[in-house]
């Protein structure tokens, strides 16, 4: 019986030499890739800046709640973290990092301590919700 490949190393697998070197320096050489990421970076630091919130917020006058999977592999947790700090503090009124929360795969069993933290954060957002006042646009 033939033992079945992760999606990820089958995609790994089919990658050019290259992508395979880029690869490896991803996941075993980041030292090697800090003066590339920093060039690229300051090449483009002004679309950057066009596309990050940061900086941009002050203005903002709603109600905030930021929920992000902590086993999120597309955007890491930390996005949220930094958003958290650049909404102001008066309209931030949650924030939370769930375990029981991923981007893609919930095969992942999840304590009842983060599923309580969840519905905990769910119910913040629906009594604020209730409270806000109604506004019918005709």
Avoid: C, Y
């Avoid at 050489?29 to 630091?45: F, G, M, V």
């Avoid at 597309?74 to 973290?81: D, F, G, H, M, R």
């Amino acid at each position: 019986m033939a033992v079945e490949q992760p999606e990820a190393m089958k995609t790994a697998a089919a990658l050019s030499p290259e992508g395979k070197h880029e690869l490896d320096l991803l996941l075993h050489h980041r030292d090697q890739l800090r003066d590339p990421l920093l060039r690229e970076i300051a090449l483009h630091q002004d679309e950057m800046d066009a596309v990050s919130p940061h900086g941009h917020l002050a203005q903002l006058h709603t109600p905030v709640f930021l929920l992000h999977g902590a086993g999120d592999t597309v955007i890491p947790a930390s996005e949220t973290l930094w958003l958290a700090k650049d909404v102001p503090a008066a309209e931030l009124r949650a924030s939370l990092v769930s375990a029981a929360l991923v981007h893609v795969d919930m095969g992942n069993k999840v304590t009842w301590q983060q599923q309580w933290q969840l519905m905990d954060f769910i119910a913040q957002v629906l009594d604020a919700t209730q409270k806000l006042p109604l506004h019918i646009h005709r």
